[in-house]
């Protein structure tokens, strides 16, 4: 069982649309969890992170936190043409762990 | 520009050359974190660390990588007698010592070993 799953897609919502992107998680005792953004060819790039239960808002991105079905997800309202990329969850596992796994990723793709 | 910067940007040896890569992370940050990542995969991490220590490789890291930070500022990410499969995009990450533990990453080195 890999550490972190996401769903690979292709993932395709038109512009204006809700993108749901989610993740789950092996440990139990995972402390942090984050998502990055990549686009093609580009290294990834921090968007989001949360550490409590329940919801973070931050602009048009909502992360969502659920320890006890070890489950996070990442919603994008109004979406975007340029937020077409792939979409990676990581989590920091357990107390002084000091790197993140990464899941494979979920490729956004937003329709004009 | 006060990101995370990777040099060289691209590198392309031949199998059995040995390529040296560098990173210089944000400057008030001195955890420095090195992975690799290969298409369609998300990165995987090698090696990290706090100051000049390095507190932790991965046991991807075979005996042909080998990483310095000797002032706790820039790294250096070594491979000895690079393979085919060494062939990925390595990235380099840093956050800060205290706090909160978000890494920012470089804009990675793309190695090709033909």
């Known amino acids: 069982q890999k550490e972190v799953e996401q769903n690979s897609g292709p993932l395709s919502v038109p512009e204006g649309a809700i993108a749901s992107l989610n993740c789950t998680y092996s440990d139990r005792g995972s402390q942090s969890f984050f998502w990055y953004r990549q686009y093609s060819g580009k290294s990834p790039e921090l968007i989001m992170f949360i550490y409590s239960n329940g919801d973070k808002e931050d602009g048009r991105f909502t992360a969502q936190l659920n320890k006890a079905s070890q489950y996070v997800s990442l919603l994008i309202r109004d979406s975007q043409p340029s937020d077409s990329a792939t979409y990676l969850c990581?989590?920091?596992?357990?107390?002084?762990?000091?790197?993140?796994?990464f899941g494979t990723g979920t490729r956004l793709t937003v329709i004009p | 520009d006060t990101g995370v910067s990777q040099n060289p940007r691209h590198k392309i040896t031949k199998r059995g050359q040995n390529v040296t890569f560098r990173c210089d992370p944000i400057?008030?940050?001195?955890?420095l974190y090195w992975y690799r990542q290969t298409l369609g995969q998300g990165p995987e991490f090698l090696t990290y660390?706090?100051?000049?220590?390095?507190?932790?490789k991965s046991r991807l890291l075979s005996d042909r990588f080998s990483a310095e930070r000797p002032k706790g500022s820039f790294s250096t990410l070594e491979i000895q007698r690079t393979e085919q499969g060494d062939s990925a995009m390595y990235l380099c990450?840093?956050?800060?010592?205290?706090?909160?533990?978000?890494?920012?990453f470089g804009q990675g080195t793309r190695l090709t070993v033909v």
């Open positions: 990450a840093s956050s800060k010592r205290q706090g909160s533990s978000e890494a920012f």
């Open positions: 400057s008030e940050h001195n955890r």
């Open positions: 990581a989590v920091n596992m357990g107390t002084g762990a000091n790197n993140l796994f």
């Open positions: 660390f706090q100051n000049e220590a390095q507190l932790e």
